[in-house]
Every structure is written in C-alpha cells, then in structure tokens.
C-alpha cells in the first residue's frame, strides 16, 4: 500500500509493519467529524473555522440572516422580530438569546409551516439547527478553543 492510500490519521508503522493511527491527525479527523454529525457544521462552515476565518457565533449570525432572508422571501411578514436587530450583542448576553432569538424562531415556525414553498422543511431544518448550534456554543468553544487561534498559531492543532 503506498502512502497516497492511506486515509488521512493514519500512516505506515514500518517496524510493526501495519497502518497505525497518526495522534495529531487523528484529532483533527475527530474534531471534523464531530462538529459534523454532533453540531450539524457543514463542510464550508467546518473548514472556515478551521483556518481561522470563522467563529461559531459568527457562523450562528449568518445561519439567523440566512433564514430571514429566505423566510422573508416567502412571507416579508415572517420573522420581523430581527429586522434592524444586533444579533452579535444579544448572543452575548445569555439571558436575552431565549427571549430574543430562540422564542421568536420557534414562534415563526407555524408561518413557516404555512409557506406554499418546497422551502417549508429546508427552512424549519436550518431554525432546528440554529437553535442546536445557539445551545451548544459554550460546549464547543469549552470542547475545542477559540478556532482563529489556529490562524493566528498558523498550526491545526486542537489541543485544549
């Protein structure tokens, strides 16, 4: 087997004579797929944060955005709530995001449902992962750092 087949976090132990994990590899195969199947991060979400672009609250922002946009397409009614609203300030202050972003997504979810779109599941999906996403920030920035110390330490190393 040449090295090009083997996956990525692994590599050739040519003492034992078989393909053994790659630690530092490995970490970053686990944060991946962890961020993927646990947080519902997508593959361009992923690799932003990963070189450092990107921060979870900033993919949150842009995830809230997205789906007025889209809801607002459909209904310019729907989700007025965060029109000329400071997303960034009330994702700091923890006792403001039920009140200001989670109760107002969800209590649009019925206009949503009511949408005569194909949309109707994409966008109900993408308030179900925001949502997720808003729940588990402090989890994953607990469980993974600040992701654009990467850039600044121009290193993909994990370890918290």
Request: contains cysteine.
């Amino acid at each position: 087997m040449s090295s090009n087949e083997i996956p990525f976090g692994y590599k050739f132990d040519g003492q034992k004579g078989e393909i053994v994990a790659e630690e530092k590899e490995m970490k970053l195969v686990n944060t991946i797929f962890d961020l993927f199947t646990e947080y519902n991060i997508n593959q361009m979400e992923i690799t932003d944060l990963l070189n450092g672009f990107t921060t979870i609250k900033d993919i949150i922002i842009f995830r809230i955005e997205k789906i007025c946009e889209t809801a607002q397409f459909y209904n310019k009614d729907l989700l007025k709530e965060f029109d000329n609203v400071d997303i960034d300030n009330i994702l700091t202050n923890k006792e403001e995001i039920d009140k200001k972003i989670i109760t107002p997504l969800l209590n649009n979810k019925d206009g949503i449902k009511n949408l005569d779109t194909t949309m109707n599941d994409i966008i109900l999906k993408q308030i179900d992962d925001v949502i997720l996403l808003i729940n588990k920030q402090e989890e994953i920035e607990n469980k993974y750092g600040d992701f654009t110390q990467l850039k600044k330490n121009n290193t993909t190393d994990l370890e918290r």
